[in-house]
């Protein structure tokens, strides 16, 4: 069974920072690319940012790119978002899923595996 869990979530100011992690239980995580996805009230699921197995590749979205962070540790099983310079239109539920993608992307079908979502609220 594979269970994906995020936190971190918050209330931040506009300019403020936050840092997401996604704790991943089951199997062979480090075999999987993991991804991160967010759903502001009355939108559909963006994507946000996603990486390889290892790492050594990741995807934004071009909302995020110089201001979001994706990063994980298999050591952990974990997967983190770092989001700096945060503006009032990132609030949302942000979601971590995995991959079974060699190289993640917004396709939201190539997902598996989701977790229940962190509240992100930024003010301004």
């Known amino acids: 069974q594979v269970q994906l869990v995020e936190s971190g979530g918050g209330l931040v100011q506009a300019g403020g920072s936050l840092r997401l992690s996604c704790a991943v239980s089951?199997?062979?995580?480090?075999?999987?690319?993991m991804g991160w996805f967010r759903q502001a009230r009355g939108n559909e699921r963006d994507f946000v940012a996603a990486?390889?197995?290892?790492?050594?590749?990741?995807n934004y979205a071009d909302s995020v790119k110089g201001r979001f962070t994706i990063s994980r540790d298999n050591a952990k099983n974990a997967v983190y978002l770092q989001m700096n310079s945060l503006k009032p239109e990132d609030t949302a539920v942000y979601y971590c899923?995995?991959?079974?993608?060699?190289?993640?992307?917004?396709?939201?079908?190539?997902?598996?595996?989701w977790g229940q979502g962190t509240q992100v609220t930024v003010t301004s």
């Open positions: 899923a995995r991959s079974r993608a060699l190289v993640p992307g917004p396709d939201h079908s190539e997902y598996d595996y």
């Open positions: 990486l390889t197995w290892n790492g050594g590749r990741t």
């Open positions: 089951g199997r062979a995580f480090g075999n999987y690319g």
